[in-house]
Every structure is written in C-alpha cells, then in structure tokens.
C-alpha cells in the first residue's frame, strides 16, 4: 500500500499525458453521474477497464488478471465508486480507470495529480485477496483482533485505500490547505467519509484499513534503529543515520493504524468501542480521540463540504455500497 | 553531528539576541508573554536566565506583524512534565522542564560549549514556535488535516525558513541535533502516541529547510543525512505548507510589518562572558 505506490506514480506521469488525448468515457448509472468525474476508456467499450497496463507498449494482461478484471467489472467497482463520489463539485476533472499499472507484481492504487487520475490497480486487488485470506485465517487460529469475514476484510482493505488515495485527490483538485502531513491527512479522509455512512459501512472500511496495518506492524514493519548504510558501492541510497527508516512522509504501520482506529471512536465511540475494549486502541491515546475526530471534522466541514451537492449527497446517503456479504462481522 | 554539516564555523557563543526589540514598538503585538515563577527550586536558574533574556519580549516583538482577533499568550511555566497535557486557551507554554530536559541531554551529547549553546537557542526556538503555532491554528480556527502536533511543526519550520540562513541555520539545526539526539526508542504501542517521534520529526524539519533553500541544506542530501527518496518529495511538502500558510494564516499577517520583520537581523551573538 505504500512502497509500490512511488514507482506506479513515476510510470504514470511518464506515459500517460500522450495516451490521454484519444480515448472515449464511459458512463456511470443515470442519477448519479458527475460530468466531472468520469471513467476512462482506453479502448472502446472497455468501461475503465484497461486490459493492459499504463506504458504505451505494455502488453495484455494475463489470463489471472483478466479474470480478476471480469470480476471487478461485475461487481461495477468503478462505476459504482464514480456514482459514490458523484456529489463532488470538482473543478477539474476527475479520471478513473482500472489498469495492470506499471505490470510489477504488487502496484498500489494512487492518484496521479499530473493528470488527474485515479487507478486501481489489479495486481492490488489480487494482493488484497490474498492478504484477506490469510488474515481471516490468523483472526480465526489465533483470535487476535476482532471478528471479521474474508469478504468484508476484503471490501474494507480495498474500500479504504481508494479512499486514501480520493482524499489526495481531493486535496489537490480543491486546493485544500494541508498543515499536517498529507499521507496522514489522506488517511483521515478514508476514517472519515465512512463514518458518515452508517455503522455497517463504518466498520467495513475501518476494520479493513486497521487489520492490514496491525498486521504490517506485526510482521515488524515499524521502523527502527538500524545499522547506517555507508557503503559507496551499494545499490541502496546511502543514510549515515541510525535511524533512516523514520524518513518515510508516510506514518508507520502502526500509526496509521492508531490514527485511524482512534478517529473512527472518536466519531462513533458506541459503534467502535469494541476497538478499544479488546486492546486495539491504549486508553490513553483513547481519551483524546473525540477531540481528534472534532478537529477533523472542522476541517472537512470547512474545506471540502462547500463542494458537496446536498441533494446529492442525500440520495448517495440513502443507497446502500456494501452488499450483504461485505458487512458480514464473522 | 548534523551541525558540522550543515553550519559555518558560526557560533561564537551564545546570548539569543533578538535585536529588533529595540526597533519596533511591542505594544502593537497582539502577544502577550509572561514568565511564571516555579515552584521548584532546581527550576529557578532557568526561570531566571530566560526572564533576563527577555526571550519572550523578544518573540513578542517578532511577531508583531501577526493581526489576530484576539490576544495571544506566550509563557514559560513550570508544567510537572516537559509539555502540558491541558493546554489553556490561547496559549503557548514553555515548560521549563523542557527546558531542562533539553539542556540535560545537550549536556550529555554536545562535543563543545559553543555547539551545546547554538542547539539550546534553536531548540528554545522550535518549542516556542511549536507552541504558538498550536495557539494560532486554535485562534484562527485553521483547518487541520493530519495530525495537529505535525501540523505545528510544519508551519514552525516554514517560519524557521522565512528569515534567511542566519536564522534557520541556528533554528533548523539546534531542532535537528535536538532530535537526532533522542535517547527514546520507539516501539508497539509508543506508536499510538498523538506526537510523532523525534526521529521522524527531525525529517520533517530538515526535510522543508532542505527544499526552501537548497544550497544551504543541499550537502545533508549528498552526505546522507537526507535520504534521496524523502529529499525528492521536499519541494512538494515545502510548496503544501507555504500554500497553506498563504490560504489561512497570511491574512491574518501584516504584510508590511512582515518586510520590517523579514528585514531585521534577527539573531546577534555576543561573545562570551
């Protein structure tokens, strides 16, 4: 979710401004479409859907993919997250598309600003898959964390990061002053545009956002001390300092996990207090999360919902994202 | 040490002088300081030297061009621990316990008294702004996205960068050794702590000095202090704050007092006694 993500931005912004010139756009389900934001089309008819990746001569997905392709686009992913966000006001235009990105093993969906796009990659998806199975798994042998199902696992892992990856958009496209670091700031608009659409939708993308980065922090992804690296023949860039691994602009696994935990109790504590009951979230961080959630609410309301059709806004409210399946706790 | 890096044979010493005090009239600041006197009598030394000082009159006095709709408070207290957990409204506080705490570990960690003296006076300047950055976000009601003590700490080092090397030498490079010195480690649930850890915030201070002036902060990069992925991503971090700064705190900022202020040689070093 985050080192793959800097080599699919560089890919974009190499190959896509020329490939951006051609190509037609789908629509989305009438009542819900948003002329600016729109799915893109690579070939005709292919809804967003690119059978390849971003490069110019990047060849056809595989057979793998293909089907994971198939299935996003029955689920109607893209156009359902475009009819989501359909009350945006936006200035700019927004693109969606889904695509192999730069054809690596692993490419996180991110938000390109130099064209304003934001792509889902497949190899994510079937990534997230994975990662959801063998947590189910672990939460089932070990019961660590609280109850979850596969699918709202995964729904919640791949609910979260596009909206990680929404909230730089947005960031960008309204020219939202960011004081904080932005990569938290995308995350708190991930904890918070849930939290605004009920319990069960709450729970599915903080739960899936929290289980994947308690497990990052579990597989010891947190930084560390370490040995400095100052071997001039190394491929690795130098650091001289001990603690080089601090230098990431994004929180460690487990702050991100912490932040967004806590924001999600802060704005709900009934809905959540389980969170904390079970030893997710310390209760000293807990005590200040409503204030947390204060603060981040002020700055949405401030910043981004003057964007926001209310009428809109209304009728996105009352549809209902998540199937049945995907809310499902165990 | 960062500050072989990144300073000339600078300091000769160090009484923080903020000259301009005698140039622009305080009572046009809407800041209000005041030295409280501790109760502790290990604390009295540096309750005294600060008063002496005049540190505050001085800030004071730099922050003259700011307009706000009501007064801003900026103290030393004594707090029972190096930051308060109850901060009171409108206020920046300096503990002195923080201040203690800094000179104990520049005591351990710097090689000279010169150094120590130059890391003491920007570490005093970066806790001072941390903490009025805090009240003005508060009395501004500034949009925070992200976390709110980050938040601080960028805008503190966009001010540190606004007033020429001089200034940002002796500022980001105290703050940054500060830092680098940390003795906490940091593991599980420390991470759920609301501030980041020293270590990441060094980056974030050295990360915006480097992209507002590259020439200055260019050799942290090439000696591997910087690391290549991070130092890519600074301008970008530099041009989101200084935008953010620009949409909700620049028109709260006088803008010809702020060429007064950008103008004043801020920081004078007398030799020492």
Redesign the interface.
């Known amino acids: 979710m985050k080192s793959i993500l ?1 080599a699919a931005v560089l890919v974009a912004a190499m190959f896509l401004p020329a490939a951006l010139t051609n190509w037609a756009f789908a629509q989305v389900a009438p009542g819900f479409s948003n002329s600016k934001i729109v799915l893109y089309e690579k070939e005709k008819g292919d809804r967003g859907y690119w059978r390849t990746g971003l490069a110019s001569d990047s060849k056809q997905i595989s057979p793998e993919r293909m089907a994971l392709r198939e299935r996003m686009m029955k689920r109607r992913v893209l156009e359902q997250y475009a009819e989501f966000l359909s009350p945006l006001r936006l200035p700019y235009t927004l693109l969606m598309i889904a695509s192999d990105c730069s054809g690596s093993e692993w490419d996180s969906p991110y938000y390109d600003p130099d064209n304003h796009l934001i792509n889902m990659c497949y190899s994510f998806i079937a990534e997230a898959e994975k990662s959801a199975d063998l947590l189910v798994q672990l939460q089932n042998t070990q019961k660590l964390w609280t109850p979850v199902s596969r699918d709202q696992l995964f729904a919640g892992l791949f609910a979260s990061v596009l909206l990680h990856e929404t909230g730089h958009a947005i ?1 960008d496209l309204l ?8 990569e ?2 995308a995350d ?2 991930a904890a918070f545009i849930p939290l605004q659409f009920g319990t069960e939708t709450a729970r599915t993308v903080i739960k899936g956002f929290a289980y994947y980065w308690a497990y990052s ?1 579990a597989q010891g992804q ?4 370490g040995t ?3 071997n001039p023949n190394s491929p690795e ?5 001990s ?2 691994s ?4 994004h ?2 696994a ?2 991100r996990m ?2 967004v935990i ?1 924001l999600a109790y802060g704005g709900d504590p009934v809905t959540f207090k389980d969170f904390v009951d079970a030893g997710w ?2 209760q ?2 807990a005590q ?1 999360c409503t204030r ?1 959630y204060q ?2 609410s ?3 309301n ?2 981004v919902l003057p964007f926001i059709d209310q009428e809109q806004m209304k009728k996105v409210r009352a549809r209902t994202w998540f199937t049945a399946e995907e809310t499902k706790e165990k | 040490m960062l500050s072989r890096y990144t300073t000339h044979s600078l300091i000769t010493a160090a009484v923080l002088m903020w000259s301009a005090a005698s140039q622009a009239p305080a009572q046009q600041s809407q800041v209000q300081v005041a030295y409280d006197a501790p109760t502790n009598a290990q604390l009295q030394p540096i309750y005294q030297r600060l008063k002496q000082r005049a540190v505050l009159e001085e800030m004071q006095v730099f922050l003259t061009p700011l307009h706000l709709p009501r007064p801003l408070t900026i103290k030393t207290a004594q707090c029972g621990a190096t930051t308060l957990q109850q901060r009171p409204a409108d206020t920046a506080t300096v503990c002195y316990e923080m201040i203690a705490a800094i000179e104990r570990l520049v005591s351990q960690r710097a090689s000279d008294r010169n150094l120590a003296q130059s890391v003491i006076i920007g570490a005093f300047i970066q806790t001072a702004l941390h903490e009025t950055s805090r009240a003005i976000f508060e009395i501004l009601d500034v949009p925070i996205w992200g976390r709110e003590r980050d938040a601080a700490d960028r805008l503190a080092a966009l001010i540190m960068t606004q007033f020429g090397e001089d200034v940002s030498r002796t500022a980001i490079t105290g703050t940054a050794d500060l830092f680098m010195w940390s003795d906490k480690t940091w593991t599980g649930s420390d991470f759920s702590d609301t501030g980041s850890p020293d270590y990441q915030r060094f980056f974030n201070y050295v990360c915006i000095a480097y992209a507002a002036a590259p020439l200055q902060f260019g050799d942290m990069v090439d000696r591997g202090i910087l690391p290549k992925r991070r130092a890519e991503r600074c301008q970008g971090e530099y041009d989101q704050i200084r935008r953010a700064f620009d949409l909700r705190i620049m028109p709260y900022v006088d803008p010809d007092l702020l060429i007064k202020a950008r103008a004043t040689p801020w920081l004078n070093w007398a030799p020492p006694k």
């Open positions: 800097h960031f020219n939202v002053p960011v004081f904080g670091r932005e938290d700031a708190f608009m922090a947190d930084p560390k001390l400095p690296r100052v860039p130098q650091c001289r300092l603690f080089c601090f230098s990431d602009e929180g460690s487990s702050q912490y932040n806590c979230l310390p000293q961080r200040d947390e603060l981040l002020a700055a949405f401030k910043t």
